[in-house]
């Protein structure tokens, strides 16, 4: 129930209808003052996503404390005591992502200096003609070339072949612009097949984009790749209803609808089990206490054995067979998340 004051007048708003109580009998709505404050329009928010009026909270101690009961709640059909799955998915998985790339991910990759000889190119660069000279000199002799010294064109050329310059994703040979790589083409000097040409061109525009530096590269491309976690677990859902539905297929009073709440309810508690390990992991950063590491490693085993358990409750089968069914599920969604990962490494290669 809304905190907003009741309207004196007996129409519903919304249809029109002579009301005969705080609810419209035909559509539903509340009979509601419709001006709000700033407070009444964010208590309304957390109020329709959470149902903070002890909804969540409940759902939340049932999830934690009994695997699978919340599942089976919601297919016998009791769900007016519970938040909504859907609803709680899409608020946990909000706050754990939110948390997680605002305190416990950090795109920071090590400073990578590049030496040769145990120069730095900005220290070879600043070298005075003599110090150069030699320098270089010095870099024939260890090659087994004659002692002579470099022209700075003649360093250069020998940098852009001993160092590891840009990305290359794809075998052959390397281009440095799209231009050469069409000219090469249009010679008929390289037949390429149309994926293999796309392959490459991204290629040529990832190394333009990022200057040919490998370290930015692959930050961008971690990024991208950590940034599309939630895509990937929200796809891999369905995914692992499927596994669910054969795996139980002769158990017929469950549906495919049945193995996707259980799925849900268990990704809930994924969440929340994960944003209390990385939690202690970061205190355990800062502390260094050793009963954090035990209670990390305590908590891990006990999402392996939640997860049993919640399998065991739901689909009331015995000990063994739910072993041997969960280490089929367990094995299943690897690969489902495997091939999913690359179709996502893929995915955020092009999009960098």
């Known amino acids: 129930m809304s905190h907003s004051p009741e309207r004196k007048e007996r129409d519903c708003l919304n249809c029109g ?18 001006k709000e404050s700033v407070w009444q329009l964010v208590t309304h928010f957390f109020n329709d996503i959470t149902h903070f009026d002890g909804k969540f909270f409940t759902t939340l101690k049932v999830l934690l404390l009994r695997p699978g009961f919340l599942s089976k709640e919601y297919m016998a059909g009791r769900r007016a005591s519970y938040l909504n799955p859907i609803r709680m998915y899409v608020f946990t998985s909000a706050i754990f992502f939110l948390l997680f790339f605002s305190f416990f991910y950090s795109d920071k990759g090590t400073e990578v200096v590049t030496t ?93 984009r990022y200057h040919n530096d490998p370290v930015q590269i ?33 158990r017929r009073q469950f549906y495919y609808v049945s193995h996707g709440i259980f799925s849900i309810h268990l990704y809930i508690f994924l969440f929340i089990a994960m944003l209390i390990l990385f939690s202690i992991s970061r205190l355990n950063d800062q502390m260094h206490w050793g009963i954090l590491t035990f209670i990390s490693v305590i908590l891990s085993i006990g999402l392996v054995v939640y997860a049993y358990l919640a399998l065991k409750h739901f689909y009331r089968q015995g000990w063994f067979k739910t072993f041997v069914k969960f280490l089929l599920l367990n094995l299943l969604f690897l690969v489902v998340l495997g091939v999913l990962f690359a179709v996502f490494v893929l995915f955020s290669l092009f999009k960098i």
């Open 17 to 34: 209808t002579t009301l005969y109580g705080r609810y419209c009998h035909i559509c539903g709505q509340e009979n509601l003052e419709p």
């Open 116 to 208: 040769v000889n145990g120069k730095t190119i900005a220290e070879i660069n600043e070298m005075d003609s003599a110090s150069f000279a030699a320098f270089t000199a010095n870099i024939n002799k260890e090659d087994n070339k004659p002692a002579v010294p470099m022209s700075r064109d003649e360093f250069q050329k020998y940098l852009d072949r001993v160092l590891v310059t840009g990305i290359h994703f794809t075998p052959g040979t390397h281009y440095r612009s799209k231009a050469q790589y069409d000219s090469m083409l249009a010679s008929g000097a390289q037949k390429h097949s149309w994926i293999r040409r796309q392959f490459v061109y991204k290629e040529i525009a990832i190394n333009e």
């Open 218 to 250: 692959s930050k961008a491309f971690q990024g991208a790749l950590i940034h599309s976690i939630p895509q990937m677990l929200f796809i891999s859902l369905p995914f692992l209803a499927l596994i669910l539905k054969l795996l139980y297929i002769r």
